[in-house]
């Protein structure tokens, strides 16, 4: 049983490795940036933890025919040839993110109508470029930032509320460049891969008002903690006095094409033909999960003890893959991140299973604000737990999942990958 732990951990962490060094929709990236000219001038703009990696490639593809570029990412990253790096600060906003986000907008808005423009769009935008609007000042930007990302909310609701915060989001970046040939290519971090919901949506028209911002904040009971400006300039946009984002009935923006790669899914499949090759039989999640992440526990959970007990379709050794976003509602000061949560959380679950392992990740290389990107748990985790006097359903309790890992040495540590394909879980059974 020991043994066939330790290999189980061995292999998770050898994939978590592989997650790393992955250049995410690669082809599908290369593929898309055939739909501007090699010839004639084009102008390289980009915001994201993938942002770099996308931009090198466009350099390469269209050479000298760039004629400049800028980028905001908080990947860490090489000097490119053609294009500027800015740093932006994620999950939350601060004045880095602001002052670079200005730098854009103006650089922008002096790229000539008669040249093309490469948008190069990847997870942590929302974050990383984002001007507040109205009266709001940025840390109460943050504030509210942290409200909703801790609200229990899915992304596609938090997103539509920092889209009426922000004067870059919901289409803003698109209207100031109206007039050109722009081509966004989106490397999706959201379930659904909307391209009005992936980093906010700044090049695409944006569906959702105001109203429905207020909705989401009542629905999860944060409007009375929202800062005064924040909840001032949504009531203002509600009733009129505050211009809503650009909408899709009303600017058609011809010139504009948008190519999204589903990158989660393409991550997922490479992470399934790597245990394939090991000898594992593999079941690969077919689409995105959006759920709270205790749903998203029981299920994994579920589907590895369906295969202990020889119900399940495929029979051990056998290594189920998932993708998706979760949410969570925290409470209690806790510190921690959704891939900790949920791997403590199954830790308890799978308790005395076995042999059972999980690995929870944040393809980005950060999960939560902590130095994580996620953990690798077994059946005899809680169980080694206990040994240690310690209780795995009071770290679950406070939200400290952060501190188990570290007491149990479970953390994954891989450092910020300049990549964001949503979070990845692999199950190892038998």
Same mark, same amino acid.
């Given at each position: ?139 109460? /930007? +943050?504030? &509210?930032?942290?409200?909703? *990302?801790? !609200?229990?909310? #899915?992304? @596609?609701?938090?997103?539509? =509320?920092?889209?009426? /915060? +922000?004067? &870059?989001?919901?289409?803003? *970046?698109? !209207?100031?460049? #109206?007039? @050109?040939?722009?081509?966004? =290519? ?245």
């Amino acid at each position: 049983m020991k043994k066939k732990l330790e290999e189980q951990a061995e292999i998770l962490l050898d994939l978590a490795g592989f997650v790393s060094k992955t250049e995410i929709g690669t082809s599908g990236v290369q593929s898309a940036f055939s739909r501007l000219n090699k010839r004639k001038p084009v102008w390289i703009l980009g915001v994201g933890k993938a942002s770099v990696s996308m931009a090198k490639r466009a350099e390469f593809y269209f050479g000298d025919a760039i004629k400049d570029g800028m980028i905001i990412t908080n990947a860490p990253t090489d000097k490119l040839s053609y294009t500027q790096v800015f740093n932006g600060s994620h999950p939350y906003p601060h004045e880095d993110s602001v002052s670079a986000s200005y730098e854009l907008m103006e650089f922008a808005s002096k790229i000539p109508e008669s040249d093309q423009v490469l948008f190069c769009l990847s997870g942590g935008a929302s974050s990383l470029f984002c001007i507040p609007a109205g009266d709001i000042e940025i840390d109460e /930007l +943050s504030t &509210t930032y942290k409200l909703l *990302l801790n !609200s229990g909310a #899915s992304i @596609h609701e938090i997103n539509v =509320v920092r889209k009426h /915060l +922000s004067e &870059t989001s919901g289409g803003r *970046l698109g !209207s100031l460049l #109206s007039s @050109h040939r722009l081509l966004s =290519v989106i490397v999706s971090d959201v379930p659904g891969d909307e391209p009005s919901v992936i980093g906010s949506g700044p090049t695409v028209p944006d569906p959702s008002t105001f109203k429905e911002c207020f909705a989401i904040v009542k629905k999860y009971r944060i409007w009375p903690k929202l800062p005064h400006a924040v909840r001032i300039h949504i009531s203002k946009g509600m009733h009129g006095d505050v211009e809503e984002t650009p909408k899709p009935r009303r600017n058609k923006w011809k010139q504009h094409q948008v190519e999204v790669i589903s990158g989660a899914k393409l991550l997922a499949e490479d992470v399934g033909q790597k245990l394939t090759e090991i000898g594992y039989k593999v079941e690969i999640s077919q689409t995105a999960y959006n759920r709270d992440v205790s749903s998203i526990s029981k299920k994994i959970c579920s589907d590895a003890i369906s295969i202990l007990s020889k119900r399940g379709e495929i029979k051990a050794p056998a290594a189920l893959v998932y993708f998706g976003e979760s949410t969570v509602k925290v409470k209690g000061d806790g510190k921690g991140g959704r891939n900790q949560h949920l791997a403590l959380m199954a830790a308890l679950t799978i308790e005395g299973q076995h042999p059972v392992s999980v690995m929870s990740l944040a393809t980005d290389g950060i999960d939560g604000p902590t130095d994580s990107a996620g953990a690798i748990i077994n059946s005899m985790t809680t169980l080694k737990a206990r040994k240690k006097k310690l209780e795995p359903e009071s770290y679950l309790q406070n939200f400290n999942s952060y501190e188990f890992h570290s007491a149990m040495n479970s953390h994954i540590k891989i450092g910020s990958t300049g990549q964001n394909a949503m979070d990845l879980q692999v199950v190892l059974v038998g």
